[in-house]
Structure formats: structure tokens, C-alpha cells
């Protein structure tokens, strides 16, 4: 299960070393891509085939499924870890996600997110003074989907 958080340093040359939790759970064929809220998305070749199928199978013509296919697959790229397990950030993504000296990789089940420190501890905060309103939203929405 790919679960856990873990910080790791950045190199000068923009590689970071995946978790070898992480590593052991996605396989060596990975995907990476923007995220929201600032943060890079990882995930194995055979989960992105099922998030990109969501975001595409939709009408061409509906511009919300346009942007987001953008955003989402238009700055995909596969990524192979070396034999140390560390992967090059491009530079687009290494911008999107404000990266410095130290990233943290959060495991959310399906994917792993890939957030600069600064931002996760921002992030953090924001979860932990609004997390109980965010659980009540989540759970009107289960109810409304029975």
C-alpha cells in the first residue's frame, strides 16, 4: 500500500530519490505530472492509463475537460529511477511544484504526491485548522452519491 510521508534533500542536478516503500509499490515504468495546489503527482504506468482514461474519456468539446487534460497530461512525462532510485525533476514540473533544497513524498493509496517542504508545511496547516469542516463536505458528498 503506498502510504507514509518521507522528506528527502534535492541535488543540484534536480534529482530526488523516490522512497524505496514507494519505489517497491509503483515498479520502475512511473509517471509524473503536475498537481494541484503546487505539489508534483507520481504514479505507476498502469495507474496513470486509468487516471488519464478519467480525464480524457470526456467530450472535447467541454472546456473543463480540456483544461484539466492540459494541466494533468499535457505535462505528464515517464520517469525510470536509476539504480539508486532517484529520478530528474524537468524543469516545468521542478517550477510548478516551487522545489528547493528538500521535497516530501506523502503516499495517498493510489499515488504519491510530491510537495516542496515549505509548501507541505503550509499545506499542513490549512488541513489541520480545517479538517473537520473538510470531513463533513466529504461525507454530504457520500451522502448525496447513495
Known amino acids: 500500500m503506498i502510504i507514509g510521508e518521507y522528506t528527502t534533500k ?10 524505496k516503500k514507494f519505489r517497491d509499490e509503483l515498479g520502475e515504468n512511473l509517471i509524473l505530472t503536475r498537481g ?5 503527482v507520481l504514479v505507476s504506468e498502469n495507474q496513470w492509463k486509468g487516471l488519464a482514461s478519467e480525464v480524457v474519456n470526456g467530450s472535447f468539446i ?6 484539466t487534460s492540459r494541466f494533468l497530461v499535457g505535462s505528464a512525462t515517464e520517469v525510470i529511477p536509476d539504480s539508486q532510485g532517484r529520478i530528474v525533476i524537468p524543469q516545468p514540473l521542478f517550477t510548478h511544484a516551487n522545489f528547493s533544497e528538500e ?11 510530491i510537495w516542496s517542504k515549505s509548501d507541505w508545511a503550509e499545506r499542513l496547516k490549512y488541513l489541520e ?15 448525496q452519491a447513495k
Open 36 to 40: 494541484y495546489e503546487n505539489c508534483l
Open 103 to 113: 521535497v516530501v513524498f506523502l503516499g495517498l493509496v493510489n499515488w504519491v504526491e
Open 10 to 19: 534535492v541535488s543540484e542536478k534536480k534529482r530526488i530519490a523516490i522512497p
Open 62 to 67: 467541454n472546456k473543463d475537460i480540456r483544461d
Open 129 to 143: 485548522k480545517n479538517g473537520d469542516q473538510i470531513a463533513q463536505e466529504i461525507a454530504k458528498l457520500n451522502n
